[in-house]
């Protein structure tokens, strides 16, 4: 039998990262994953593939509507190839599975493939999908199992006609009219890239507003910007049914007046969240306690009850992020190693990638008013930039709060075009407790449309932004 200082099961950023941070750490690790390739949902059927399909939609949407502003012109008609436009987001997924491969032979893990289940507390059987077993002996086990999409009770998702973002990311024709239930990232995501490549898409969300776990500023223009899209919103909808009638799909939904309503499309993409994925986990077996929601109990460390088995990403409480799941994966290596790693989830930043896409790390304006916590707003529209006009991407803004007394930024949120990236530059100064006069004294390069964030900081700081 095999032993391990430590075993991760899972091979998603939070399992195969957490496993290169042990190895380099000198702990002997294994790796166990069940599916044949690695990198768990998000690089096989979420983050990974879901963005080469944004990008390539953006493509070809540019390349209907938007080239010939820029002088560009195609003779004859621009084609949508499906079939090539998957081939290519399927190429992506291997190549980026496949480099994880390489960062486990690399780091010198030692990688298993099968279901990875607990016999006791030391001792994980793996079953592979030939029916052979056997089992290793590990002195730590961190969990990373990870999630999978979630649904509702009266909902069937026979993957045809309703489908979750997994089956939404290799559909064989377009739709014509999809229907999305929940306006949180993936429905807003995939929804997106539909409605690029013809569909038309209606988004039905429960709550009064999309991403409504973001500033209420964001949903507010992330709605303005897709509603110029030809997206549909119904919002404050509580759907009561879904029926797949052959080729049609009929929804229903009581509205906040407690009318019945009624949608009817080719596909219903069901997009409520996620849950935590712990079957086949023989959890029990190692005495390993879970929570009413499926998630595993872990403590400050991310130790279970068992101490010398962890949990990490999505199986544990909190935002369902790859990054979040990176950072735990280091902090709980680092932890087996002796170390007094840290993280500090207020900074854990968290984007949509519609276009134009969404950004926000830290509190929320409606989180202030909530701890009633005195704060600063200062915002900065992105179409008074000269790169904004000069890309033709003059949509959204950023915001950002700060202490009224201290100064401090407690919160920084963004719609436009690349805050994904440009949120970094936030984390990394509320890493550092960064006033918004910090951040407004620092050279920004011209034209960027990083100087938004030095304006935002400077209208923050009294109303000195100094290009509106």
Known sequence: MSTYDVAVIGSGPGGYVAAIRCAQLGLKTAIIEKYATMGGTCLNVGCIPSKALLDSSHHYEDALKHFEDHGIEIPGEVKLNLEKMMSRKASVVEQTTKGIEFLMDKNKIDTFQGMGSFKDKTHINIASAEGEDQTIEAKHTIIATGSKPASLPFIDIDKERVITSTEALKLKEVPKHMLVIGGGVIGLELGQVYKRLGADVTVIEYMDRIIPTMDAAQ???LTKVMKKQKVKFAVSHKVTSVENTGD?????ATDKKGKEVEFKG?????????KPFTNGLAADNAGVKLNDRGQVEVNEHLQTNVENIYAIGDVIKGAMLA???????VFVAETIAGQKP???YNLIPGVVYTWPEVAS????????KEDKIEYTSGQFPMRALGRSRASGDTDGFVKILTNKETDEVLGVHMVGARVADLIAEAVTAMEFRASAEDISRMSHAHPTYAEAVKEAALA???NRALHV
Do not use: F, N, P
């Open 219 to 221: 949903s507010k223009e």
């Open 248 to 252: 049609e799909v009929v929804v229903k």
């Open 266 to 274: 080719d596909y219903c993409l069901v997009s409520v969240g996620r």
């Open 323 to 329: 990054h979040k799941a990176e950072e735990e994966g």
């Open 342 to 344: 840290h993280i500090d």
């Open 361 to 368: 790390v830290g509190k929320t304006e409606e989180q202030l």
């Open 460 to 462: 923050a700081t009294g």
